[in-house]
């Protein structure tokens, strides 16, 4: 059987397990939030998993290997220690995300500013996405290319077609369980191939024109030169440089937020997060022991130098494993890196494509979409993602470099708008769009300019210009960004409380309504009430769920602009979409009221600490007579009342 005969049974075979998880989940799908927030019910363990292996890319940890052959320890700055400080620093910013009512980050800018970020910010979160997918999708071709002869379109549409099936069918539950199994494949994968990679070069073997001695491993590490054990070889102002450019942009990156709000409480998140740094940390360890067996093998390599040698080097696994074992261990290998690249890309793909379904679409296009509707338009979104991913792959040449140029946009445009937002009051929409425009335009500009004046395989134009505008002028976007924000946000007016209750507890307890309303539990409708509500405790928090359904179609932004009229405690921070009424300062626990399945039914929400569980699903009855009052109004009546 030929080796690639070899690979694509086993592929089939993986993919197919992968598809099973997606359609496991798809089953269990009853709210946008399920299928975006994975019902917010994730252990610590299964999220740690996942924030591992959705940051380790098969492109990645080529070229990581690469720069460890070349530049030694010194090249951790570039993306080892960004990878884990980010998951380390978010860890300790948990408790700050967590509680947040939102699903997305252009929602929540919304929450904090105005309409007026959330299209900018979903746009530029896509692109970025894409970006991250398309150094997945290239390195993958790279790895078919080198073991199979195989064309570049085989990736693209292995990975395209694998992702957008299971990832539309289980939304993010089919991504986290589908990256545990994809990290112990890609984990495994690192560590055999550290192994063998030591014992080859320890062996004496020859290997193509290079006759090797005998050594021990202890002389195999001891015969490097001091400078590759180095981490600060590229000097202090290049790692100040480096960490500036990356860490911002990868701890406000979408997609480990939606992590966090998928836990099913902070500790969880909190040890997840922490537990994904050290698993990075394991595999990026194995990967620096892959280069030190592979810099004996190939010692042609590092005499190249960086970046001469960059494209040799990015090879020299693929080389090593396709000379050295069996078509049936070069199939398992090439499965370990496919699992790399889906790891990355089903992550990108849902976060993405909330930006498009949730951001854009539901927001802006048709805000009384019916859930129904929006788990269609979300799985959509997803293939487009992945569309737009696979037609880039075909026009970027470099795998690090799609990655850092989508980091550095990111890091230019909404850092200081969504950290600032987070932590500083004083922070307004004016403050908050002037550093996204100013910042995101001028990285942007600064990239195009550098891709356009840079030779192949030379240094970077703005490099040769000034050593502060390495990385594509990062600094100077950032600076550019940060000067903008804080600048325009102390000249211009304050924002207003109900944009600032969802963030800070003063604000909230200054506009909620600590009303004295009591609830008879006699009451027969109470009584029936009680019977019909869903609860379910994950974690710190329980989980109340009602459905509400009408006489006749409810017409969703007249029903809401009614509601709030009557009842000031119903308010709309993030559109008419999801409302919230604000009757104490944790926003989550809030009853919250969304459109159903169809244009009949309105699905109700709360999630309130353990503690206070009897006392929101009074909160939420009252919530529920608010409604119905109003729906009479339309002429309209409650029909059925059942749990979710």
Same mark, same amino acid.
């Given at each position: 059987?030929?080796?690639?005969?070899?690979?694509? =049974?086993?592929?089939?075979?993986?993919?197919?397990?992968?598809?099973?998880? /997606? +359609?496991?989940?798809?089953?269990?799908?009853?709210?946008?939030?399920?299928?975006?927030?994975?019902?917010?019910?994730?252990?610590?363990?299964?999220?740690?998993?996942?924030?591992?292996?959705?940051?380790?890319?098969?492109?990645?940890?080529?070229?990581?290997?690469?720069?460890?052959?070349?530049?030694?320890?010194?090249?951790? +700055?570039?993306?080892?220690?960004?990878?884990?400080?980010?998951?380390? =620093?978010?860890?300790?910013?948990?408790?700050?995300?967590?509680? &947040?009512?939102?699903?997305?980050?252009?929602?929540?800018? $919304?929450?904090?500013?105005?309409?007026?970020?959330?299209?900018?910010?979903?746009?530029?979160?896509?692109?970025?996405?894409?970006?991250?997918?398309? @150094?997945?999708?290239?390195?993958? @071709?790279?790895?078919?290319?080198?073991?199979? /002869?195989?064309?570049?379109?085989?990736?693209?549409?292995?990975?395209?077609?694998?992702?957008?099936?299971?990832?539309?069918?289980?939304?993010?539950?089919?991504?986290?369980?589908?990256?545990?199994?994809?990290?112990?494949?890609?984990?495994?994968?690192?560590?055999?191939?550290?192994?063998?990679?030591?014992?080859?070069?320890?062996?004496?073997?020859?290997?193509?024109?290079?006759?090797?001695?005998?050594?021990?491993?202890?002389?195999?590490?001891?015969?490097?030169?001091?400078?590759?054990?180095?981490?600060?070889?590229?000097?202090?102002?290049?790692?100040? *440089?480096?960490?500036?450019?990356?860490?911002?942009?990868?701890?406000?990156?979408?997609?480990?937020?939606?992590?966090? +709000?998928?836990?099913?409480?902070?500790?969880?998140?909190?040890?997840?997060?922490?537990? /994904?740094?050290?698993?990075? @940390?394991?595999?990026? =360890?194995?990967?620096?022991?892959?280069?030190?067996? &592979?810099?004996?093998?190939?010692?042609?390599?590092?005499?190249?130098?960086?970046?001469?040698?960059?494209?040799?080097?990015?090879?020299?696994?693929?080389?090593?494993?396709?000379?050295?074992?069996?078509?049936?261990?070069?199939?398992?290998? @090439?499965?370990?890196?496919?699992? %790399?690249?889906?790891?990355?890309?089903?992550?990108?793909?849902?976060? #993405?494509?909330?930006?498009?379904?949730?951001?854009?679409?539901?927001?802006? *296009?048709?805000?009384?979409?019916?859930?129904? $509707?929006?788990?269609?338009?979300?799985? *959509?979104?997803?293939? *487009?993602?992945?569309?737009?991913?696979?037609?880039?792959?075909?026009?970027?040449?470099?795998?690090?470099?799609?990655?850092?140029?989508?980091?550095?946009?990111?890091?230019?445009?909404?850092?200081?708008?969504?950290?600032?937002?987070?932590?500083?009051?004083?922070?307004?929409?004016? /403050?908050?769009?002037?550093?996204?425009?100013?910042?995101?335009?001028?990285?942007?500009?600064?990239?195009?300019?550098?891709?356009?004046?840079?030779?192949?395989?030379?240094?970077?134009?703005?490099?040769?210009?000034?050593?502060?505008?390495?990385?594509?002028?990062?600094?100077?976007?950032? &600076?550019?960004?940060?000067? %903008?924000?804080? #600048?325009?946000?102390?000249?211009?007016?304050?924002?207003?409380?109900?944009?600032?209750?969802?963030?800070?507890?003063?604000?909230?307890?200054?506009?909620?309504?600590?009303?004295?309303?009591?609830?008879?539990?006699?009451?027969?409708?109470?009584?029936?009430?009680?019977?019909?509500?869903?609860?379910?405790?994950?974690?710190?928090? %329980?989980?109340?769920?009602?459905?509400?359904?009408?006489?006749?179609?409810?017409? +969703?932004?007249?029903?809401?602009?009614?509601?709030?009229?009557?009842?000031?405690?119903?308010?709309?921070?993030?559109?008419?979409?999801?409302?919230?009424?604000?009757?104490?300062?944790?926003?989550?626990?809030?009853?919250?009221?969304?459109?159903?399945?169809?244009?009949?039914?309105?699905?109700?929400?709360?999630?309130?600490?353990?503690?206070?569980?009897?006392?929101?699903?009074?909160?939420?009855?009252?919530?529920?007579?608010?409604?119905?009052?109003?729906?009479?109004?339309?002429?309209?009546?409650?029909?059925?009342?059942?749990?979710?």
């Amino acid at each position: 059987m030929e080796g690639s005969q070899f690979f694509f =049974i086993l592929l089939a075979v993986y993919v197919s397990g992968l598809i099973s998880i /997606g +359609w496991y989940f798809t089953k269990k799908q009853k709210t946008v939030t399920d299928f975006w927030l994975a019902g917010r019910e994730v252990g610590a363990i299964a999220i740690g998993f996942s924030a591992a292996a959705s940051w380790l890319t098969a492109g990645a940890l080529l070229a990581v290997i690469a720069f460890f052959i070349l530049l030694g320890m010194g090249s951790v +700055w570039s993306f080892v220690a960004p990878n884990v400080l980010a998951l380390l =620093i978010i860890a300790l910013i948990v408790g700050r995300i967590k509680h &947040l009512p939102a699903i997305t980050q252009p929602e929540l800018l $919304e929450q904090r500013y105005s309409s007026t970020i959330r299209a900018p910010v979903a746009i530029i979160i896509t692109i970025v996405m894409i970006l991250f997918a398309v @150094a997945d999708i290239k390195g993958f @071709a790279l790895v078919l290319e080198e073991l199979y /002869g195989l064309t570049p379109i085989y990736a693209a549409g292995i990975v395209a077609l694998a992702v957008s099936v299971y990832v539309t069918l289980g939304g993010l539950s089919a991504v986290v369980w589908t990256d545990v199994v994809q990290f112990v494949f890609l984990s495994v994968f690192t560590i055999v191939m550290a192994v063998l990679a030591v014992g080859a070069a320890t062996s004496g073997a020859s290997y193509g024109a290079t006759d090797l001695p005998p050594i021990t491993v202890s002389e195999l590490f001891g015969d490097l030169p001091g400078v590759w054990w180095n981490p600060f070889s590229i000097g202090i102002p290049m790692v100040i *440089i480096f960490i500036f450019a990356i860490v911002p942009g990868w701890i406000t990156e979408q997609d480990p937020w939606q992590r966090v +709000w998928a836990a099913k409480d902070a500790k969880s998140a909190k040890i997840g997060m922490v537990l /994904g740094s050290l698993l990075i @940390a394991v595999v990026f =360890i194995g990967c620096a022991v892959i280069a030190i067996g &592979l810099n004996t093998i190939y010692p042609e390599i590092a005499e190249a130098g960086f970046p001469a040698g960059m494209a040799l080097a990015e090879r020299a696994l693929l080389n090593f494993i396709n000379s050295s074992f069996s078509p049936l261990v070069v199939a398992l290998s @090439a499965i370990g890196l496919a699992a %790399a690249a889906m790891s990355c890309a089903d992550t990108f793909a849902t976060s #993405g494509a909330s930006c498009i379904s949730r951001d854009i679409y539901q927001r802006f *296009i048709k805000p009384d979409a019916t859930m129904k $509707e929006m788990l269609a338009i979300n799985r *959509i979104s997803v293939l *487009i993602i992945v569309a737009a991913a696979t037609i880039a792959s075909f026009y970027i040449e470099s795998i690090m470099d799609a990655i850092h140029i989508a980091t550095f946009i990111a890091s230019a445009s909404y850092f200081f708008p969504l950290m600032g937002g987070l932590y500083w009051k004083r922070a307004t929409k004016e /403050g908050a769009l002037a550093g996204l425009v100013i910042g995101g335009l001028t990285q942007i500009g600064l990239i195009l300019i550098d891709l356009a004046k840079t030779a192949p395989m030379a240094t970077s134009y703005l490099e040769t210009v000034h050593p502060i505008l390495v990385n594509h002028g990062i600094i100077m976007g950032m &600076l550019l960004s940060a000067f %903008a924000f804080f #600048g325009v946000s102390l000249i211009t007016k304050p924002s207003e409380t109900v944009n600032l209750a969802p963030f800070f507890e003063s604000a909230a307890e200054k506009l909620s309504l600590h009303d004295a309303q009591t609830v008879d539990e006699s009451n027969p409708e109470y009584i029936r009430y009680i019977g019909t509500l869903e609860k379910k405790i994950t974690g710190e928090r %329980a989980h109340l769920h009602l459905n509400l359904e009408s006489s006749a179609t409810v017409n +969703w932004n007249n029903f809401i602009e009614k509601l709030k009229s009557i009842y000031p405690a119903w308010v709309t921070p993030s559109g008419n979409d999801s409302v919230y009424r604000l009757t104490q300062a944790d926003m989550l626990a809030c009853v919250s009221i969304t459109r159903g399945r169809n244009e009949n039914e309105i699905w109700f929400a709360s999630e309130p600490r353990t503690e206070f569980i009897d006392r929101q699903s009074k909160e939420m009855f009252i919530a529920f007579e608010e409604v119905e009052n109003v729906l009479k109004t339309f002429g309209l009546i409650v029909c059925n009342q059942q749990a979710d």
